[in-house]
C-alpha cells in the first residue's frame, strides 16, 4: 500500500547523526513507492513558542492557529508521522515540543469536551508513528532509573490522545557521546529494516 509520510526532523545541526536518519527513512521510504514530506524543523526556521494569541485563544470553539495552518496542513495530508530527534535532558529537544504545542492544538490533533471532560482524538488521517532517537545515556539509565519518559509521553500522551489504532513504533539509539561507526552503521540497518515493513 502506498503512503505519504510526514517526517519531522528536530536537530540543529545538517551533518548530524539524526540528519542521517532522516535521509536513511526518507530513501528507505522513496525505495519502496510512498511519498514523503521532510519538515525540518530548523532549517524551515520554525517558531516553536506559543503565542499570546494562540493562548489566549486555545479552548475558543475554534482555536487560532493561523500562524502554523501552512505545517498542519502537511500534518493532514500524511497517513504516516515519523519523528526523527535526540533526547536532551530526557525530554524533547524545545523545537519538537513546540511542535507538538502548537501544531497539535485542538480542532487539529484532538477534541475537547468544553465541559471538562475527556478528548478525543482528531487525527484520524495517521495510521502510523514511529519515533527515532538517540540519547546521551546508557539505556539502563533511560529505562530503569528514568522510567523511560519519552516513549511514555509519544505513546500514552500523543499518540493515545491524537488517534486511535495507532501503529506506533520507537528505536533508540543509546550512549550516543561514546558510540563506535560501527553501532552507527548498525543501527542505521535497524532503521531501514523498520521503515521497509511501514
Known amino acids: ?8 526532523l528536530a536537530h540543529p545541526l545538517p551533518e548530524s547523526f539524526a540528519a542521517s536518519v532522516a535521509d536513511t527513512v526518507a530513501q528507505t521510504l522513496h525505495n519502496k513507492g510512498h511519498t ?9 526556521d520554525f517558531d516553536p513558542r506559543l503565542s ?3 493562548r489566549r485563544r486555545y479552548f475558543d470553539p475554534v482555536a487560532d492557529t493561523s500562524a502554523v495552518d ?3 496542513a502537511r500534518l ?45 482524538p482528531a ?6 508513528l514511529y519515533a527515532f532517537t538517540t540519547t546521551g545515556s546508557p539505556w539502563w539509565v533511560v529505562k530503569l532509573y528514568m522510567g523511560n519518559p519519552v516513549r511514555r509521553l509519544l505513546k500514552r500522551g500523543i499518540a493515545a490522545f491524537c488517534a486511535r489504532d495507532l501503529d506506533f513504533r520507537m528505536l533508540s539509539l543509546h550512549d550516543m557521546d561514546r558510540v563506535t561507526q560501527a553501532r552507527l552503521t548498525a543501527h542505521l540497518a535497524r532503521v531501514r529494516y523498520l521503515v521497509d515493513r511501514l
Do not use: C, S, T
Not at 500500500?1 to 519531522?8: F, K, N, S, T
Not at 514523503?36 to 524551515?44: A, G, K, M, N, T
Not at 487525527?123 to 502510523?128: E, P, T, Y
Open 123 to 128: 487525527l484520524r488521517n495517521i495510521r502510523h
Open 76 to 120: 493532514k495530508a500524511a497517513d504516516a508521522l515519523i519523528l526523527v530527534f535526540p533526547q536532551w535532558w530526557f525530554n524533547f529537544p524545545a523545537i519538537l515540543k513546540g511542535f507538538f504545542d502548537r501544531v497539535f492544538a485542538p480542532g487539529v490533533a484532538f477534541e475537547h469536551d468544553q465541559a471538562g471532560g475527556r478528548i478525543r
Open 36 to 44: 514523503v514530506d521532510l519538515l525540518d524543523l530548523y532549517r524551515e
Open 52 to 54: 499570546e494569541r494562540e
Open 1 to 8: 500500500m502506498r503512503r505519504h509520510v510526514l517526517i519531522v
Open 70 to 72: 501552512p505545517i498542519i
